[in-house]
């Protein structure tokens, strides 16, 4: 009986057990977010009057686009803070790839056992949690922090420098963070690189240089573009960085939604403001899917 | 060139390691400091850790973070080999763009998002017919569990799509039945995969604050959440402690596994 019933729903229960829970908790949350992101705000438990609702007068719907308005309408406020990830998660994109590039060239071309240990060493950082090691940064950082004491004790600064709350400590952040993700891929695309390729320019009297932007670069360019989306979409809307190192100038759209839903309680617009923080991780997204299928086939 | 490294490439290497590692080597060292003053060495101390003992606030969330990675690793990874299972199995079925899509989504989504559209999910349900009675450890388990399935689908997809299927075709044909199968066959060759994608998975939710803080409750804080409400407050050598204590553990954990993987591949 239970062997027959497991042949005959077995497949049927592989795909829908896993399809019934992320429509539950992923899908139907999303949609109830917009939702609310087009619901009025009001002062009351919860503090929203739903756009969509079934209630005892049958079904309705009354999507309000105040939320939206006021977002625009308070653009230094909330607009400010989209671009401003923008610009900090694509200019830590291109600090993380200048530190990771020769990090997994290193990796690629060392011997066995050494190439094994600094792997470790990439991947360590990446299974301890983000908040500690930001913690471990402020501890660097602060104006009485380890950096400053020591500069100051070797009579190099008479006072301490502004290194928290700055553009500088969130790349510092975003590059502890990030770095690892930013490695892997191109450590995979350095790693196959055929050694005969660079010996052969080299004896054709290629430069150092010359082998690196002719042969090196363009071969590994898919793990490049694969590391930038793998940095660029979480730097996007990360909260942790900008809320601990990041001063009222860092501020980006993961701080505004929670500030938005904890401390003003507006959860309509932190709705909002999420769906905006979707719609600009979308486009990267979708590229980074197509380019994940073309290296498939 | 062949192997040898430019010196400019290693010496950047060298700096992007250090950028990794000072940091948290500079707070292991300070939270050995006696001073109270986080940045004047007084001198050798073990206070700090001492202190942690004793500090009930912070060993319940600690319980607490240990009960609900646990519980939301396991269901993720039974979740996770499903979808694995599914992808790679079955060559199509209905549904299977969806699953792809929202299988992968969570992988992408920034964490506020995911857990301000959780939390509003279930105030409405809990408007609707009374479940969740409010939130708390099951509310942030359900959370944890559905990032980290996909996740765990991930890691345990590579390896099934990796493995011989030559194995599992001649036990079908000597007779054996599907789960029989899967069971003696498929499941010893994965498991490490497994393994691998639940101690994923329980780390994910061990360190997580941000959707953690959406969706828990009065009463149900992590451990990642104390630290946070510390952090804010300023530097102090307990924190330090914590985290080193924190940081080691899971150091541990990821070389023994790397020295276990290492192994099976010297065998091959």
């Given at each position: 009986m239970m062997r027959i019933f497991f042949q005959k729903y077995g497949f049927l229960l592989v795909i829908w057990l896993p399809v019934g829970w992320l429509s539950l908790f992923f899908m139907l949350p999303l949609i109830e977010m917009i939702n609310v992101s087009f619901s009025e705000a009001r002062r009351a438990v919860p503090p929203y009057n739903p756009a969509f609702q079934i209630g005892e007068k049958g079904i309705s719907f009354q999507p309000v686009f105040d939320n939206y308005l006021l977002i625009y309408d308070y653009w230094g406020d909330y607009l400010w803070p989209a671009v401003n990830s923008i610009r900090l998660a694509f200019f830590s994109t291109v600090w993380c790839l200048f530190f990771a590039y020769p990090m997994a060239w290193w990796i690629a071309r060392s011997k066995k056992p050494l190439q094994h240990i600094l792997l470790v060493l990439v991947l360590m950082p990446f299974w301890t949690s983000s908040l500690l090691?930001?913690?471990?940064?402020?501890?660097?950082?602060?104006?009485?922090?380890?950096?400053?004491?020591?500069?100051?004790?070797?009579?190099?600064?008479?006072?301490?420098?502004?290194?928290?709350?700055?553009?500088?400590?969130?790349?510092?952040?975003?590059?502890?963070?990030?770095?690892?993700?930013?490695?892997?891929?191109?450590?995979?695309?350095?790693v196959r690189l055929d050694n005969a390729l660079l010996e052969a320019a080299a004896d054709l009297g290629a430069k150092?240089?010359?082998?690196?932007?002719?042969?090196?670069?363009?071969?590994?360019?898919?793990?490049?573009?694969?590391?930038?989306?793998?940095?660029?979409?979480?730097?996007?809307?990360?909260?942790?960085?900008?809320?601990?190192?990041g001063g009222p100038e860092q501020l980006m759209l993961g701080k505004v939604i929670w500030t938005e839903f904890f401390r003003n309680r507006d959860w309509p617009v932190a709705a909002a403001i999420a769906i905006i923080l979707i719609a600009i991780i979308i486009l990267p997204v979708v590229y980074a899917r197509y380019q994940d299928k073309e290296g498939l086939s | 060139?062949?192997?040898?490294?430019?010196?400019?490439?290693?010496?950047?290497?060298?700096?992007?390691?250090?950028?990794?590692?000072?940091?948290?080597?500079?707070?292991?060292?300070?939270?050995?400091?006696?001073?109270?003053?986080?940045?004047?060495?007084?001198?050798?101390?073990?206070?700090?850790?001492?202190?942690?003992?004793?500090?009930?606030?912070?060993?319940?969330?600690?319980?607490?973070?240990?009960?609900?990675?646990?519980?939301?690793?396991?269901?993720s990874t039974i979740f996770g080999l499903l979808i694995a299972i599914a992808f790679v199995r079955f060559a199509s079925f209905r549904g299977r763009l969806f699953l792809s899509l929202v299988a992968s989504a969570p992988l992408v989504m920034p964490e506020a998002v995911t857990g301000l559209s959780m939390l509003l999910l279930f105030i409405a349900m809990e408007a609707s017919f009374g479940w969740p009675s409010g939130r708390g450890i099951d509310t942030i388990?359900?959370?944890?569990?559905?990032?980290g399935m996909c996740f765990a689908a991930v890691v345990i997809q590579t390896r099934l799509r990796d493995m011989d299927k030559s194995l599992e075709e001649a036990a079908r044909d000597l007779g054996g039945r599907q789960p029989f199968v899967f069971l003696s066959i498929t499941f010893p060759l994965i498991l490490p995969s497994i393994i691998a994608a639940w101690l994923l998975s329980f780390t994910l939710s061990f360190d997580d604050l941000v959707i953690a803080s959406f969706v828990s409750g009065p009463g149900s804080s992590t451990l990642p959440i104390v630290i946070f409400s510390k952090i804010r407050l300023g530097v102090s050598p307990e924190i330090n402690a914590v985290a080193?204590?924190?940081?080691?553990?899971?150091?541990?954990?990821?070389?023994?596994?790397?020295?276990?993987?290492?192994?099976?591949?010297g065998k091959k």
């Open positions: 090691r930001m913690y471990a940064l402020i501890g660097l950082l602060n104006p009485n922090g380890v950096i400053n004491d020591f500069l100051l004790w070797a009579g190099i600064i008479v006072t301490p420098i502004q290194m928290m709350q700055t553009d500088f400590s969130i790349y510092s952040g975003m590059l502890l963070t990030y770095l690892p993700l930013m490695i892997l891929p191109l450590y995979a695309s350095l150092n240089w010359d082998i690196f932007r002719t042969i090196i670069l363009p071969l590994s360019l898919p793990g490049v573009i694969a590391g930038c989306l793998l940095v660029f979409i979480p730097a996007v809307g990360e909260f942790v960085i900008p809320a601990l190192l | 060139m062949r192997r040898n490294v430019p010196f400019l490439v290693k010496l950047l290497a060298i700096i992007g390691f250090g950028i990794l590692y000072v940091p948290v080597i500079m707070m292991m060292i300070y939270s050995f400091n006696k001073s109270k003053l986080v940045s004047v060495w007084a001198g050798f101390s073990t206070k700090w850790y001492k202190e942690l003992w004793t500090d009930d606030i912070l060993i319940t969330a600690l319980y607490k973070s240990v009960l609900i990675g646990i519980s939301s690793a396991t269901i388990m359900i959370a944890h569990a559905t990032f080193t204590l924190m940081i080691l553990s899971i150091s541990a954990f990821v070389i023994l596994g790397s020295l276990l993987v290492l192994r099976r591949d």
